[in-house]
T-cell receptor
Framework: GAGVSQSPSNKVTEKGKDVELRCDPI?????LYWYRQSLGQGLEFLIY????????KSGLPSDRFSAERTGGSVSTLTIQRTQQEDSAVYLC?????????FGQGTRLTVV | GQQLNQSPQSMFIQEGEDVSMNCTSS?????WLWYKQDPGEGPVLLIA?????ELTSNGRLTAQFGITRKDSFLNISASIPSDVGIYFC????????????FGTGTKLQVIP
């Protein structure tokens, strides 16, 4: 596609349920990032995939968070047993070369 | 790990004023990037800097890559209401195979 696509754009879930957030990066981009952003705040790094290398998971806040990237393309961020503090916008970015391109994010609300 | 400190955290300015924000790193970067995030959108690249000392303009925006390679600043001249948003700096040790680190963001409000 022309840009980074994230789905769903909005997700409301009950506390304790699992959620999956999807990111379709720009075709050919070898690097993929997930960030979390609380309302009007900065970008909190979660995880970074680069080609076939082991992902940098240093930003994942707890073991309830995991992500995978299949075939070097689509990535899924999974949050298990969601908590209210997980409510935020989850942004995905892909990169090849200098510039990172962002998707529009998934707004997750845990009620 | 690398950290990027961005300041100020937020600012309120009158329309027409100039704005300056900066970013400092605990280690050297070879690429500096400045992004803007409009409300409800993902960040979009404004300016990319590749060489120490480089000064680059994009319309009313000017950014500089610090000589020490540990800092960068962004200036916005003659601000307008649509400049509202969050501005992020980002740095990378080199090109596409190195992780990009983002700053904490500067939230800009423009009073008409």
């Amino acid at each position: 596609g022309a840009g980074v696509s994230q789905s769903p754009s909005n997700k409301v879930t009950e506390k304790g349920k699992d959620v999956e957030l999807r990111c379709d990066p720009i075709s050919g981009h070898t690097a993929l990032y997930w960030y979390r952003q609380s309302l009007g705040q900065g970008l909190e790094f979660l995880i970074y995939f680069q080609g076939n290398s082991a992902p940098d998971k240093s930003g994942l806040p707890s073991d309830r968070f995991s992500a995978e990237r299949t075939g070097g393309s689509v990535s899924t961020l999974t949050i298990q047993r969601t908590q209210q503090e997980d409510s935020a916008v989850y942004l995905c970015a892909s990169r090849w070369g200098t510039e990172a391109f962002f998707g529009q994010g998934t707004r997750l609300t845990v009620v | 790990g690398q950290q990027l400190n961005q300041s100020p955290q937020s600012m309120f300015i009158q329309e027409g004023e100039d704005v300056s924000m900066n970013c400092t790193s605990s280690s050297i970067f070879n690429t500096w990037l400045w992004y803007k995030q409009d409300p409800g959108e993902g960040p979009v690249l404004l300016i990319a800097l590749y060489k120490a000392g480089e000064l680059t303009s994009n319309g009313r925006l000017t950014a500089q890559f610090g000589i020490t390679r540990k800092d960068s600043f962004l200036n916005i001249s003659a601000s307008i209401p649509s400049d509202v948003g969050i501005y992020f700096c980002a740095g990378s040790p080199s090109g596409g195979y190195q992780k990009v680190t983002f700053g904490t963001g500067t939230k800009l409000q423009v009073i008409p």
